[in-house]
């Protein structure tokens, strides 16, 4: 089975860092492993289209960029896209929605073997056996080693809905959760502060978040569109950041760059040689 660097910096106590994509296009996971920066990519499958052959092309460049794969699973489909994605060499999963101890149990159960193997600090579950790339497809099915990968699976949670901060001491005591993320829009939503999300008590529940789960020797990973904005995290004693999407990267670059053309075409401004030069392609 192949290593889980995820679970072994999470066992170790090292910081992680990984990004977002939503695009399917696995040459994108390879320019992410390239600049040797992340541990992870996370596929943000709750938003994005995807099939089967999707998972398994993306559990491919994973392991080709030697990173972790996460998959962020819709509510309504925690046991299929969980199997599944584990089966295509994903290795840890974040579920949305969380609004109870039975959601939050759910997740686990997703994830983990149906097998009194299964250790008892990361929950038992109900996954069986199967013939997928996660075991080399007919290579490692069934044995001990099978369920010692499920075992080692990372289970991250989204805290983002008001019953799930109301009971989040309980939430966060099921066995098995090891990352827990706070879901701003969608908290603020919830308590009919739509968008607020600076508000001060949408930053409340974020504070109570990080801090119940600091207590409970979880790990709280935070989400961040760029470095500027992990300052204050880290001095709450975050280690653990997911920075930036593909979407939001190429949209605010064409952006920016389409205002810049635009306007050097609706003057007449000379082009310099170091504005040409600064354009040229990169290569």
Not at 48 to 60: C, I, Q, V
Not at 97 to 118: L, P
Request: proline residues 3%.
């Amino acid at each position: 089975m192949r290593r889980n660097i995820l679970r072994e910096k999470l066992s170790a106590g090292l910081p992680t860092v990984g990004t977002h994509i939503l695009s399917t296009w696995a040459t994108v996971v390879e320019l992410a492993g390239q600049s040797g920066q992340y541990d992870y990519v996370e596929f943000t499958g709750e938003y994005a289209p995807f099939t089967m052959h999707d998972l398994d092309n993306l559990g491919r460049a994973f392991e080709l960029a030697n990173m972790g794969g996460m998959l962020k699973i819709e509510q309504t489909q925690y046991t299929h896209q969980a199997m599944r994605a584990i089966g295509s060499g994903f290795q840890s999963v974040l579920f949305a929605d969380i609004r109870s101890v039975e959601d939050a149990t759910a997740a686990v159960d997703a994830v983990r073997a149906e097998t009194t193997m299964a250790s008892g600090a990361r929950g038992r579950g109900r996954m069986g056996v199967g013939m997928r790339r996660d075991v080399g497809t007919i290579l490692e099915g069934g044995k001990p080693s099978y369920v010692e990968a499920l075992n080692d699976v990372v289970i991250a949670i989204m805290i983002e809905k008001k019953s799930c901060v109301d009971d989040l001491d309980a939430i966060l005591s099921v066995p098995g959760i090891d990352m827990v993320q706070f879901g701003p829009s969608d908290y603020s939503m919830s308590i009919g502060k739509t968008g607020q999300t600076t508000d001060p008590e949408v930053v409340a529940a974020e504070r109570k978040t990080i801090e119940t789960a600091l207590a409970k020797g979880l790990h709280p990973r935070v989400e961040i569109g760029d470095a500027s904005q992990a300052a204050r995290y880290i001095e709450m004693g975050v280690k653990h950041f997911c920075v930036g999407w593909d979407v939001s990267i190429l949209a605010n670059y064409w952006t920016a760059q389409g205002a810049i053309m635009r306007d050097m075409l609706s003057t007449d401004a000379p082009v310099t040689t170091a504005t040409a030069a600064s354009s040229a392609r990169p290569y």
